[in-house]
């Protein structure tokens, strides 16, 4: 099993940057693919990013390709959401999320484990 932790969240004016961080238990974190997704209210959990286990590939959604870079830290058991040219329809609880496969799934279904959240709000 692993537990995610979120941070980084805030409030920010739009056109600004957060860097969100998903600190992950266990040892074996290097084996567990990674994704970030968001709920704003009222909507359902979107795909924002992703990365692989093997080979750190890094998907994104359309919305926020350019403008976001997912990164991981395997020796730190930590996954990054970088967020650039915030725009007020970011704002959203982002979730950390993780699966134990080499592949990443745009699904929330996909994914095993779940961190608590952290909210980002980008003012206008």
């Known amino acids: 099993q692993v537990q995610l932790v979120e941070s980084g969240g805030g409030l920010v004016q739009a056109g600004g940057s957060l860097r969100l961080s998903c600190a992950a238990s266990g040892r074996t974190f290097s084996t567990y693919s990674m994704g970030w997704f968001r709920q704003a209210p009222g909507e359902e959990r979107e795909f924002v990013a992703a990365?692989?286990?093997?080979?750190?590939?890094?998907y994104y959604a359309d919305s926020v390709k350019g403008r976001f870079t997912i990164s991981r830290d395997n020796a730190k058991n930590t996954v990054y959401l970088q967020m650039n040219s915030l725009k007020p329809e970011d704002t959203a609880v982002y979730y950390c999320a993780a699966r134990q496969y080499v592949n990443v799934r745009y699904s929330p279904n996909g994914y095993q484990y779940w961190g608590q959240g952290t909210q980002v709000t980008v003012s206008s």
């Open positions: 990365i692989s286990s093997s080979d750190q590939a890094t």
